[in-house]
């Protein structure tokens, strides 16, 4: 199909804008409609998945509209072997977000728009083969999230502390409007950098151009991929959550709704990290080589301080934030590593913790619409009066600790097998140590929350999901199993591309830890 691309980004814009004139009254035209647009962009990605040719590899499903010709800007669409599971996750989480959110009674219409609006600006982002159409569709999935949480957001109390106390209690720490604010400015500071380096890139490419295949093909000068590389790195790695530009996601998690919770840690972070993947070591390799011993440091970081941060939290949603951030430094320290089982594990790592924290998010969310509290001391015994959720919450636990079987396990395994035959070896073994402090915390938490004795009091009468609650917890819950057991449904795709982009790295890189030739590093 000539046009499979441009659907799956523009079947949610375009529900987004029917909805425009459909009365607020008509709740259930409002829900169909966002349902049917969320799920002709999960079968065009399904689509996608089948008509992808992984023994040719490369980009497929080329499209191609003039935009600003004048510049060297066009809408051009193409997908690789890293796009196509990224297409798929972002498809699932829509889908099963939408579902999560059919109870929602607040100005539901305004969160249906926002909620397709954003999803089709990080669909685009998969498949952009153009610089500046990349940057466009990554602004477009990143502001919806200012309303989505300032409006539709739950806030909490905290107490501000050191010594600037006082200007923060002027924000209202804890509040949805201080998370939603927080996290836009720190975005677009982001934004900022990205940009500085977007014209960089077109200003040496000597084509004047934002095709992302012609740059690739210039080799930028060393000096210039010098000061392009870092500005890449911090500005997409401020969305994924990277040390210390990370503390606007746990507040963004804590305060967002289910859905957008789902949507922001299942796809949104991602998109930081794809960004310095696809943008960072791709086009500026050489820069990239260099910078990567920091890379990998940071991302250790964030391995041990997310884990540890999550297991000093009281609030179960933040320990899922804290998580996440931790999660994503696993992402990071495997494209740090600039081999094939590193890249191929963090590109693996995207899509398990994508629908791990999506179904996390969807259980709590159920929890704490029977229990109204996220607060884990206060809970307890949940497994006697809701055992389907305790049974997929306890999946997803397993998964984020790396429990063979688990899509997260495959994940975290290449990754730190590409780090330790790596020259920073060393990277592997506070990773590992970060698994087992998350081994720690999420035992504790899910025991304390559903494996106790029998609640009493206002808890006993607590129920299960019913009805509409099943979708996410049902489809997120075995994708986890499926791609734990069968590995190669993904690793097949995203095996041919990491091996492609491996070979623009510099020689003294790849001498030191690509595989003999015709070896492939994936999992079986």
Known sequence: ?????????????????????????????????SVVGAAISLVTSIWVAFLYDRALGGFQLLETFPLVPSMGIHLKFAVDGWGVPLLLLTGVILFTGVIT?????????????LTLLLVAGVFGVFVSQ??????????????????????WGSSHKVEPSGPFKFVWKRFEVGSREYAAMKLTLMLLVGSAAIMVAMFL??????????????????????????????????????LAGVFPFHTWSPDGHASAPTAVSMIHAGVLMKLGAFGVLRVGMVLVPDAAAIWAPLVGAVAVVNILYGALCAASQKDLKYIIAYSSVSHMGVV???????????????????????IMTGLFFAL????????????????????????????????????????????????????????????????AIPGVLGAFVTAVYVLRAVKTIFWGPKPE??????????????????????????FGFYPRVLLDFI??????????????????????????VVAR
Request: a neutral charge; proline letters at 4%.
């Open 457 to 482: 009091g206002e808890y006993a009468h607590l129920t299960d999901a019913r009805s509409t609650e099943w979708a996410a917890p049902l489809v997120l819950g075995s994708l986890l199993v499926i």
């Open 364 to 427: 709590v969310g159920l929890v704490y619409e029977r229990a109204h509290t996220r607060t884990i001391a206060k809970m307890g015994g949940f497994a006697h009066v809701m055992p389907v959720v305790a049974g997929f919450f306890t999946l997803a636990c397993l998964s984020s600790l790396g429990l063979p079987g688990t899509a997260g396990f495959v994940a975290e395994f290449m990754v730190f097998a590409g780090a330790a035959k790596g020259v920073n070896w060393w990277w």
């Open 201 to 238: 890139l077109w200003v040496n490419s000597g084509a004047k151009t934002f095709d992302l295949q012609v740059l690739e093909a210039t080799r930028f000068p060393i000096s210039v991929q010098h000061v392009i590389f870092p500005l890449v790195w911090l500005g997409f790695g401020t």
């Open 101 to 113: 959110s059919w109870t929602l009674a607040k100005r539901d219409k305004e969160f249906f728009m």
């Open 495 to 520: 095996d041919v591309a990491s091996q492609t982009n491996l070979k623009r790295l510099p020689a003294a890189v790849t001498a030191q830890v690509t595989p003999p030739a015709g070896e492939k």
């Open 332 to 354: 990071m320290l495997g494209i740090a590593t600039m081999n094939a089982a590193g890249w191929n594990g963090a590109v693996y790592q995207m899509v398990a913790h994508g």
């Open 1 to 33: 199909m000539n046009h499979l691309l441009s659907i799956t980004i523009a079947a949610p814009a375009i529900a987004a804008a029917v909805l425009i004139f459909v009365p607020n009254s008509n709740r259930v035209a409002v829900r169909m409609i």
């Open 130 to 151: 153009d610089l500046f159409v990349f940057f466009l569709f990554y602004e477009i999935a990143v502001l919806p999230m200012y309303l989505l949480i300032g409006i």
